[in-house]
């Protein structure tokens, strides 16, 4: 919906006490919800009466032997976010009511999420991608469309748990290499993601120990992820052919080679596959990356600190980049 300013909306946001909390949904419709422009009757619209659960729960990963007093703590992680949202529809007719409540519950979806914004003028924009946790709850002892109010208790779920703000990034890294330097602004520690632009092979001198990978080709693609337990290395190519977009000779084959060898391509098969544009003409990309990555981006929440990590390529041209982000995440967002 667009906002319509009141004086008192433009008081509110002139002041800055108000923190702006905005819902997108699923279909990209603008909810304003709390702050300077949100809807206040005569205006009709959606206002938010009040929120929480904004802070997951944490889950201690402890153990404890048989005769052992208290216990031994493993690490902590976080579980989802689930929030509750209270709101109020203003309408002045049962048309405009009924309209606003469809375009409202049919924005909100399990499987597709939307996005609740938080504003503040310290922090900026933070937002937790949320999607329809649960039923609505909307009881209704009058006839809403009549009296043009009614109230609603949507449940969200919130499946990264934090809210996240724009991404940090690094200036490019040339063919001779360079630093790459992020901030993070976030209360989490951040592993940072890298997007290689081919030709060359490029070190990363991490705290723990240099990574390299490479050699890859002019032309080459790949985005080589630093998170332990996540996908390392993911080609991102142009015109790489996907699963669905091989040839019937060239899944025939690649099902064979699997089928044979146990999904453990020998070199010489690897090179086979390359001649028919199975796989890049290395290989496994994931082979090129030696060493790994031991020490996130540290957290600098009261205090915005730059982190830096030298980068450099050998082989490169000056088609060779390094671009590197990473996404903050925080538990609270003003």
Request: glycine share 10%; no cysteine; net charge negative.
């Amino acid at each position: 919906m667009i906002p319509q300013l009141t004086q008192f909306g433009i008081n509110s946001l002139l002041g800055g006490a108000d923190p702006i909390i905005t819902w997108i949904d699923r279909n990209g419709d603008i909810w304003p919800l709390s702050g300077g422009l949100a809807p206040i009757p005569p205006l009709e619209g959606v206002n938010m009466s009040s929120i929480e659960g904004l802070m997951a729960s944490i889950k201690m990963l402890t153990q404890q032997g048989a005769l052992q007093d208290g216990d031994t703590w493993m690490g902590a992680v976080y579980d989802p976010a689930e929030i509750t949202v209270d709101l109020e529809v203003f309408a002045n007719s049962p048309s405009s009511y009924r309209d606003i409540t469809r375009r409202l519950i049919s924005g909100l979806d399990p499987k597709y999420p939307g996005k609740l914004n938080w504003f503040s003028p310290e922090m900026g924009d933070w937002w937790l991608p949320a999607r329809l946790g649960k039923q609505i709850d909307a009881t209704w002892k009058t006839s809403p469309a009549l009296v043009g109010h009614s109230t609603m208790a949507v449940p969200l779920h919130i499946d990264q748990a934090f809210f996240q703000s724009f991404d940090s990034v690094s200036a490019p890294v040339g063919q001779s290499g360079g630093f790459s330097n992020m901030t993070n602004l976030g209360d989490q520690d951040e592993w940072a993601r890298y997007l290689v632009y081919g030709p060359g092979t490029v070190t990363f001198h991490d705290p723990g120990g240099a990574v390299t990978f490479g050699p890859i080709e002019s032309g080459q693609i790949v985005l080589v992820t630093t998170k332990p337990g996540v996908r390392g290395v993911l080609d991102l190519t142009p015109n790489q052919p996907t699963t669905a977009q091989m040839s019937y000779w060239q899944t025939w084959l690649e099902n064979i080679i699997d089928l044979a060898t146990n999904n453990n391509v020998p070199p010489l098969l690897q090179t086979f596959e390359s001649w028919f544009g199975i796989v890049p003409p290395q290989g496994n990309l994931y082979s090129l990356l030696n060493g790994r990555f031991s020490t996130p981006v540290p957290a600098t929440p009261t205090k915005p600190t730059t982190w830096s990590m030298p980068i450099s390529i050998t082989g490169g041209t000056a088609q060779t980049q390094v671009i590197g982000a990473l996404t903050p995440h925080r538990k609270w967002p003003e």
